[in-house]
């Protein structure tokens, strides 16, 4: 665990957003916004909760998928009133002169949008993917539905347009999609160990935090999208592929790896991490795949058929 407490703070440099302190610190030389973890809204009696550890692990299970993700450090942070706390370090990818332009602020751009930037309705975010003109529409488009399958997996009940964007160089004038970045609203931040436990001792309790919630923050017709509900229907081709290329590259010993490997958590956390990430896999990745296979099996079917019949004809 690294002691973030004696790095040196950069006072001119701030950040938004609702989840928890952030402070700009230089470790090693390098820039880094501290985050630190939230004071919990669903249980007052929980001390902290496990938002830095989630951050830190979906990012680098993120990588594993050979996705870009912000580069993250786990460590500690001992505050003026002596209170150590659990926090997690990500690389300022702004500090080389580059400007990070939200989606929201982007969707802003696109005057012919109904809605708002911040506004989640899927078909308004693939309209203003289609009307920017900073990234090919096509290449943005992939990298919101691997997010969006890779968010699937790990449970992110929070990723919505002020958190994923472009990377802008106005003097070079140039932009690319910025690493994956937020993830603290990944693997159950709230829960704590005996609410972990529970869980996993309950198949009910796993299967409700699979099919029920978290949902993702993307709405469909007002609604928030159910993650099993929308993947397993097949209804969206970009989507499918998505789904295609992110379960061809799991690797569950590498994940289960990088849990082991994770300190400052106990063995109960590390087992509802593993336990959940591949309860996930299964029931909602896999099982779309298999569905998305047999389509494709019918598919190639009903078309020999069709060219049998052709041939007969002739």
Known sequence: MIDFTSCAVNKFKAYGGANGNKINISYEGTSYMLKFPPTPSKSKAMSYTNSCISEYLACHIVKLFGIPAQETLLGTYTDKRGKEKVVVACRDFTADGKRLMEFAHLKNTCVDSEQNGYATELSSIMKAIEEQALIPAVELREFFWDMFVIDALLGNFDRHNGNWGILIDEQKQTAEIAPVYDCGSCLYPQLGVEQMEKVLNSEDEINHRIFVFPTSAILENGKKISYFDFISSLQNEECNRALTKIVGRINME?????????????????????????????????????????????????????????????
Do not use: H, V
């Open 254 to 314: 590498e994940i289960n790896k990088l849990i082991e490997d994770t300190p400052a958590i106990s063995p109960m956390q590390r087992d509802f991490y593993k336990t959940m990430i591949a309860e996930r896999k299964e029931k909602i990745l896999d099982y779309s795949m298999e569905l998305l296979m047999k389509q494709g099996t019918k598919q190639a079917d009903k078309e020999k058929s069709l060219e049998l019949g052709q041939d007969i004809s002739m």
